[in-house]
């Protein structure tokens, strides 16, 4: 899996990072949870959402909230490769 940091505090951004991921046929995040959310946007392709819910299935055009703390996983069981963006409030001082 790919990603790039499109917006981050070294351009000015004093709350928010942008990311764009892109994930091959068959790729995935690791199954994981940290103290801060996720609003997701996807760009291309299609595949499954893992979180507290179950599975959800995406495609161009929907929208996902990742709430702090849940554990969640991004898989692409399509036939394209999936991309995504990723906003997430700064987490490390790095951002």
Known sequence: MKVRWLITREIG?????MRLFEMETGGHSPLH???WEHEVFILE???VVVGADGERRFKPGDV??????EK????NDGNKTVKFLCLVPHHNKSQ
């Open 72 to 75: 969640h996983q991004f898989r």
């Open 45 to 47: 392709g299609e595949g």
């Open 13 to 17: 951004a004093p709350n928010f990072a």
């Open 33 to 35: 949870n940290h103290p």
């Open 64 to 69: 996902i909230f990742v709430p702090p703390n």
